[in-house]
């Protein structure tokens, strides 16, 4: 079972600037799509971005030109570039990877807090 573990996070504060990683625990291939996810508490789990393998991108409205989710290789699948933050932007972001057939991977999270 292949797992993923994001890093990155921590405090920042307002306007500031983050990098987040995931890493797999093994390569990954016939991968149909990487995403970025997040949960506030009291929240749902919301997409943050998600970019497929012909490097299609969506972004949630609130992040839209100030995240940047990229490709990275088959151990370290995807990054999420984030900057000028908020403190709304406080949350535990989850990476999540999906391939053509049933896998789909969740990483356990990375708390990123953004102080005002």
């Known amino acids: 079972q292949v797992q993923l573990a994001e890093s990155g996070g921590g405090l920042v504060q307002t306007g500031g600037s983050l990098r987040l990683s995931c890493a797999a625990s093994?390569?990954?291939?016939?991968?149909?799509?990487m995403g970025w996810y997040r949960q506030a508490p009291g929240k749902q789990r919301e997409l943050v971005a998600i970019?497929?393998?012909?490097?299609?991108?969506k972004y949630a409205e609130s992040v839209k030109g100030r995240f940047t989710i990229s490709r990275g290789n088959a151990k370290n699948p995807v990054y999420l570039q984030m900057n000028s933050l908020k403190p709304e932007d406080t949350a535990v972001y989850y990476c999540?990877?999906?391939?053509?057939?049933?896998?789909?991977?969740w990483g356990q999270g990375t708390q990123v807090t953004v102080s005002s």
């Open positions: 093994e390569s990954i291939f016939g991968i149909r799509a």
């Open positions: 970019i497929t393998t012909d490097a299609s991108t």
């Open positions: 999540n990877v999906q391939q053509w057939s049933s896998g789909n991977y």
